[in-house]
């Protein structure tokens, strides 16, 4: 069977339709939630726009880590899913919780109490910090409610369970977005309390999502069937597995996450224009890639599963036929963005010097996105379900903290190169790292079964 030809299996065809569709729908109803959370902040101004901004990339990192928990976790149990062993992976999702928690304490007590520290991190403009740091010091709290609803949701991705996510985020979005308005704005009654508002509306959101997530998980959950007894009593011998191959990942997310940050920092010190024009940008290209991230997890998810039952070939094949839709995807996307730049500045109220600057940085994200496209399809898909969690690890933390990160600081705060430029530049390791990553996938050498 050719590599496209193996699209034509309709199992599988409906196989990754099932779990891509579905998480596309759910990262755009989360993408949603945070357009209209940067919508009402933009209200109240530009100021508060930016410090929300940049205090939400602290939680950023916590996030990300926590993703990397579960998605090193989901190599193992797509796997085991493959050889039906629902015991490992109940104690593989022991490991996962119990990560989770502890990574949780960390970031929540550093949020609350530093959190001035943590915002002059990101920018030295007082007003900024001031903002920030208010919100923060409340957001912080939702930490661990999100923390565990992830890990909750995106490990039963791992056994094709993902329609209960769609119904977790919905629920999420009508109450954050309804509380925003009552906290922020003092309807209904409620006094107006700006941002501080807008971090309570997000933790109570959090504690919904918990709730809806682990009722479904302890009470109606069927294929994995976890209980808090396998919370407490698990095989300890996992623990060496889940570090082993875990550990790559959330490395690699903790270095995109950091460079993330740093890429912040050069913006923070470019102006605040560059920091909200940013903020906007990456709320419309994560909506406008919606159905790319769905695609990499259910390939991720499927490419586990056939090399958990031995389909070594069909795995190859697959991979090879995925990036060839992958590339067509990502070109819609790019177009959509450049689309889309108009109608979605036009909803903020900021200066118009920033909307003219987010339109400019706009058109060099949507340049961006074709190659990130491709990027998070073969390496955070196929690679990384595959298990090659190591040369993954390279490519994401070389190219952006070797090169992207060295060359966008030398471009905005020594050469003074305009922010479109920057952004692209900034950027440049989601370009360097497809091209490497493509000759590794189109040898196969990356399959490996990780299981026992």
């Known amino acids: 069977m050719s590599s496209l030809a193996i699209l034509r299996d309709r199992s599988l065809r409906n196989t990754l339709l099932g779990i891509a569709i579905p998480i596309a729908l759910q990262n755009l109803i989360t993408y949603m939630t945070g357009m209209m959370d940067t919508i009402m902040l ?4 530009e100021v508060e726009l930016s410090g929300a901004s940049l205090a939400n990339q602290f939680g950023t990192i916590y996030m990300v880590l926590t993703f990397g928990v579960a998605s090193g976790a989901n190599v193992l149990l797509s796997q085991y899913w493959g050889k039906g062993d629902t015991c490992s992976i109940r104690s593989i999702l022991s490991v996962a919780y119990r990560v989770t928690l502890i990574l949780s304490v960390l970031f929540t007590a550093a949020g609350a109490l530093f959190p001035q520290a943590i915002m ?5 403009d007082p007003e900024v910090i001031a903002a920030g740091s208010r919100y923060l010091a409340i957001v912080c709290f939702s930490y661990t409610l999100n923390g565990l609803t ?11 369970t993902v329609g209960i996510s769609i119904l977790v985020y919905i629920t999420s979005f009508f109450a954050n977005t309804s509380l925003n308005w009552i906290l922020i704005f003092g309807k209904l009654g409620a006094p107006a309390m700006g941002m501080a508002g807008a971090a309570v509306a997000t933790v109570a959101a959090r504690a919904i999502e918990l709730a809806v997530a682990g009722i479904y998980v302890f009470r ?5 069937r976890y209980t808090l007894r396998d919370f407490l009593h698990y095989d300890r011998s996992f623990r060496r597995d889940f570090a082993v191959n875990v550990t790559p990942v959330m490395l690699n997310e903790l270095a995109w996450s950091l460079g993330n940050s740093m890429v912040l ?11 909200t024009a940013n903020s906007i940008t990456n709320i419309t290209t994560q909506m406008a890639s919606v159905f790319i991230i769905g695609l990499s997890n259910a390939t ?3 490419v586990g599963n056939s090399i958990g039952a031995g389909e070594t070939q069909r795995t190859k094949d697959l991979a090879k036929a995925i990036m060839v839709v992958g590339a067509v995807f990502g070109a819609m996307v790019a177009g959509v963005i450049l689309l889309l730049r108009g109608p979605v500045i036009g909803m903020y109220n900021v200066p118009e010097a920033t909307k003219l600057l987010t339109h400019q940085v706009m058109a060099s994200a949507a340049v961006v996105t074709l190659f990130q496209a491709l990027s998070f399809i073969g ?9 090659d969690n190591r040369f993954v690890l390279f490519c994401e933390a070389f190219f952006l903290w070797g090169i992207a990160i060295p060359a966008g600081f030398a471009a905005g705060l ?3 190169w305009t922010p479109p430029v920057v952004y692209l530049i900034l950027r440049s390791d989601e370009i360097i790292k497809i091209c490497v990553a493509l000759p590794r996938i189109w040898s196969g050498r990356w399959v490996r079964d990780v299981t026992r």
């Open 379 to 387: 390496l955070m898909g196929i690679l990384r379900g595959g298990g």
């Open 265 to 275: 920092v050069v913006m923070g010190r470019m102006g605040r224009d560059f920091v």
């Open 150 to 160: 992830n890990v909750m949701l995106m490990t039963l991705r791992s056994v094709g």
């Open 120 to 124: 002059s991190c990101f920018t030295p």
């Open 414 to 416: 020594y050469l003074g």
């Open 42 to 45: 933009g209200q109240l101004g």
């Open 300 to 302: 991720s998810v499927v």
């Open 220 to 224: 109606f959950e069927g294929k994995i």
